[in-house]
C-alpha cells in the first residue's frame, strides 16, 4: 500500500495535475488518458500530503527492517546474505490483456492486476518485486534460460525467459 501511495501521489503531483492543468489551459478541455494511468491520476488526486508523509514513514522503517533483520552488514563480505527470488513468473505467461490471464497456464502478474482479486490469495512471494525499490536495495537480474509457451496472442508456440533477481544490501565508499 505504501509503494503505490508513494508513486501515485509523486505522479500526480509532478506529472498528472501539472499535465491536466496545462491541458486546460491550453484546450479549454480536460484530457483523456489510458485507462490505467487514468486510473492512478484519479488515486494519486485523492491522496493527502499527510499520506505522502505516512507511506514514507512506512518505507524508511522497512527500510530499516530489511537492515536490521533480512541483509544484514558484514564486515567481510559486506552483506551476510543474497535475497533471491524467480524474477518472472515462473515459467508461465502474462498479458497484458487482462482477460488471458485467465486462461489455464497463464500466470497473474502484478503489473496486470492485483494478485488474489479474482478470489485467490496473494502469496508473499507476489510482493517480492518490491523489495528492492521499497528497500533501496541494488538488484540484478540473471537470465537462466527460456520455456515455451502456447500465445493465446500470436496463436503460435513463442518462448519466455526465466529469470531470478539477486538483492543484497547497497554497497558504497566505506560501506564494507
Known amino acids: 500500500h505504501a509503494s503505490n501511495t508513494l ?3 509523486r505522479s500526480w503531483v509532478s506529472v498528472g495535475k501539472p499535465l491536466v492543468e496545462a491541458y486546460k489551459d491550453k484546450f479549454n478541455s480536460t484530457p483523456t488518458f489510458d485507462p490505467r494511468p487514468s486510473a492512478m491520476f484519479a488515486r494519486g488526486a ?8 505516512d507511506a514514507q514513514s512506512v518505507l524508511h522503517a522497512f527500510r530499516e527492517s530489511v537492515a536490521s533483520d533480512l541483509l544484514k552488514p558484514d564486515i567481510k563480505s559486506c552483506s551476510d546474505a543474497l535475497f533471491m527470488y524467480d524474477a518472472s513468473t515462473g515459467g508461465r505467461p502474462s498479458y ?3 482477460e488471458f490471464n485467465k486462461i489455464e497456464g497463464a500466470a497473474q502478474a502484478l503489473l496486470a492486476g492485483p494478485v488474489g482479486g479474482d478470489g485467490s ?3 508473499m512471494s507476489d510482493y517480492f518485486t518490491y523489495v528492492a525499490s521499497m528497500a ?3 538488484e540484478v537480474t540473471i537470465p537462466l534460460g527460456q520455456v515455451g509457451y502456447y ?3 500470436s496463436r503460435e508456440w513463442e518462448m519466455l525467459p526465466v529469470a ?3 538483492r543484497s544490501l547497497p554497497i558504497g565508499d566505506g560501506a564494507c
Open 46 to 53: 485523492k491522496l493527502t500530503s499527510k499520506d505522502f508523509l
Open 121 to 123: 490469495t496473494a502469496k
Open 96 to 98: 497484458r490483456v487482462e
Open 136 to 138: 533501496g536495495l541494488p
Open 151 to 153: 500465445s493465446h496472442v
Open 7 to 9: 508513486a501515485e501521489y
Open 164 to 166: 531470478v533477481q539477486v
